[in-house]
């Protein structure tokens, strides 16, 4: 488990990618960015590509559509973890190909990071978008890549920034939309410790062609428990607007894209509870907090506290 | 011009196809949609297929991705206008093989509906996700397939309703955040207009192998003079926060997909103004309220009227 590996993280620049790259390069892994000439002279990115330089990430020029350059840096690898966003879930069949081209990769984990589509039933349009998670899936497992495959819930700082509330930029102190009844239970990992457990599994050979799920067990929280504790913590009790089910696939019916995606997402999770309405088959899907003990993970009640 | 055609609309039961088959229907076109099964059994979609049905619309039960049903439905027509989801925009390449297949289909509307995206400068993920658009419009070009490509501009009861302003169900009575300077003209099309629009070219010579946009000259404002144009109706001036476009663009840099995807195009339409500062190339671009001047189309302030 203390060994070093050499990881490449495509997509390290990216929301949630910069966080894994850093990870790695903290855990001691020779850490790899593949980076796109565009972002290197973004300057929305320039903090992003500066911290991940400090942290002593080497940034590969390169793109996933730049077949060479995929190439070149899957060559110099063990690990190759993608984190690109939704927009490219299905672009990455060219690091399928590129992986099986240099045959030298020991795991490759791709872009999944949220709840598991094997267990969901969503209406569209997330059906589709996030569909294509599965097919990556299935062509992993067809070509015979080593792999594992990550389900780490809500992104914690992102939904609890703002309660999932749009438009808004801090948590509510007057109001609070909840969809559905608010009793389905999710799960929120905060965002640096989903790259700390992605990296841990990333070289750990338990892991090795299983599912991993983050379920930090003081972090499965309905929605209805999360308002709670925040009103307890700001002393005050929030106006609630509760839109049941069938107004929100009313509002997802009648909403362009991708505010229907965005709807459908949130039904997925927050309605219909899709990230705890099972049970984990041990033969093949394993835990996170259970595997990594020794990760002091961030709890819901921490991040709200920084809010009060 | 009076000529009746025979009409399939694929995604015919969406956001937009809806009154795009409505109207097809309406204007006297022999009209089909092709429809899902798990559409016609959808709670949520009852009501879209009973009026479908209303107005005389034939539901074809089939798939984009079942190549038989496409073959089938595009064999009994003239005419195939797309209106699928941002989900399905790359899926269109089955609907250009179906009409190479059958051959006879003598005008295709991909589904764009947007902004041009050839005069546009989108950051990601917009750039990726609708830039799909583009590349859907070169393969039915080097297919050589008689097309329209349609630049729709913004869905005007979409973003109208709510200001867009997410999480909101109405437009702002209080407060209200504005992307940019708030001076960078967009333009608002009503849903039906569109639709009115789209068949009016579907079967006009004018529009053969054109691009056509959608400017009606009432509608062309920018989000102060909708704001302003709303305080007059209400009697009542907002509270506006401005997000300059730099940290428009962090905020995008820091959410992860979808949210990033929404804001990303309210970057293009709001803060760049994408949809307004380039001129229309008369030799292949043409422009809908020029060409049917008989169409009374909606007006923004017609619209926000009845949101008093």
Same mark, same amino acid.
């Given at each position: 488990?203390?060994?070093?590996?050499?990881?490449?993280?495509?997509?390290?620049?990216?929301?949630?990618?910069?966080?894994?790259?850093?990870?790695?390069?903290? &855990?001691?892994?020779?850490?790899?960015?593949?980076?796109?000439?565009?972002?290197?002279?973004?300057?929305?990115?320039?903090?992003?590509?500066?911290?991940?330089?400090?942290?002593?990430?080497?940034?590969?020029?390169?793109?996933?559509?730049?077949?060479?350059?995929?190439?070149?840096?899957?060559? $110099?690898?063990?690990?190759?973890?993608? &984190?690109?966003?939704?927009?490219?879930?299905?672009?990455?069949?060219?690091?399928?190909?590129?992986?099986?081209?240099?045959?030298?990769?020991?795991?490759?984990?791709?872009?999944?990071?949220?709840?598991?589509?094997?267990?969901?039933?969503?209406?569209?349009?997330?059906?589709?978008?996030?569909?294509?998670?599965?097919?990556?899936?299935?062509?992993?497992?067809?070509?015979?890549?080593?792999?594992?495959?990550?389900?780490?819930?809500?992104?914690?700082?992102?939904?609890?920034?703002?309660?999932?509330?749009?438009?808004?930029?801090?948590?509510?102190?007057?109001?609070?939309?909840?969809?559905?009844?608010?009793?389905?239970?999710?799960?929120?990992?905060?965002?640096?410790?989903?790259?700390?457990?992605?990296?841990?599994?990333?070289?750990? +050979?338990?892991?090795?062609?299983?599912?991993?799920?983050?379920?930090?067990?003081?972090?499965?929280?309905?929605?209805?428990?999360?308002?709670?504790?925040?009103?307890?913590?700001?002393?005050?009790?929030?106006?609630?607007?509760?839109?049941?089910?069938?107004?929100?696939?009313?509002?997802?019916?009648?909403? +362009?894209?991708?505010?229907?995606?965005?709807?459908?997402?949130?039904?997925?999770?927050?309605?219909?509870?899709?990230?705890?309405?099972?049970?984990?088959?041990?033969?093949?899907?394993?835990?996170?907090? $259970?595997?990594? +003990?020794?990760?002091?993970?961030?709890?819901?009640?921490?991040?709200?506290?920084?809010?009060?």
């Amino acid at each position: 488990m203390a060994e070093k590996s050499r990881i490449l993280v495509i997509g390290g620049a990216g929301y949630l990618g910069k966080y894994i790259a850093e990870a790695s390069a903290k &855990a001691g892994h020779r850490t790899f960015v593949l980076i796109r000439q565009s972002t290197l002279s973004n300057p929305a990115k320039s903090s992003v590509v500066e911290s991940l330089k400090n942290h002593g990430v080497s940034l590969i020029q390169g793109d996933i559509h730049d077949h060479e350059s995929l190439v070149k840096a899957t060559k $110099e690898v063990d690990v190759v973890i993608s &984190a690109v966003g939704g927009s490219q879930f299905a672009d990455q069949v060219k690091i399928i190909a590129a992986i099986k081209e240099t045959g030298n990769v020991k795991r490759f984990i791709p872009s999944d990071f949220g709840f598991d589509m094997d267990h969901a039933h969503p209406v569209e349009p997330v059906a589709s978008v996030f569909g294509v998670k599965t097919e990556i899936r299935r062509a992993i497992k067809a070509e015979g890549i080593p792999y594992t495959f990550v389900n780490c819930n809500a992104f914690a700082e992102a939904i609890l920034r703002t309660f999932a509330q749009e438009n808004a930029a801090a948590p509510p102190r007057d109001r609070v939309v909840i969809f559905g009844d608010g009793n389905a239970k999710a799960i929120f990992v905060k965002e640096e410790d989903i790259a700390v457990y992605t990296i841990k599994a990333a070289v750990d +050979p338990r892991t090795l062609n299983k599912v991993l799920y983050m379920n930090p067990p003081a972090n499965i929280l309905s929605f209805n428990e999360i308002v709670a504790l925040w009103e307890k913590k700001i002393g005050k009790t929030l106006e609630k607007t509760y839109v049941p089910e069938d107004q929100l696939l009313k509002i997802i019916e009648e909403s +362009p894209f991708p505010k229907n995606l965005m709807l459908s997402i949130a039904h997925c999770v927050f309605v219909k509870g899709e990230m705890t309405n099972f049970e984990l088959d041990a033969s093949f899907e394993v835990e996170a907090s $259970e595997l990594y +003990p020794e990760v002091k993970y961030t709890t819901v009640d921490e991040i709200l506290d920084r809010h009060v």
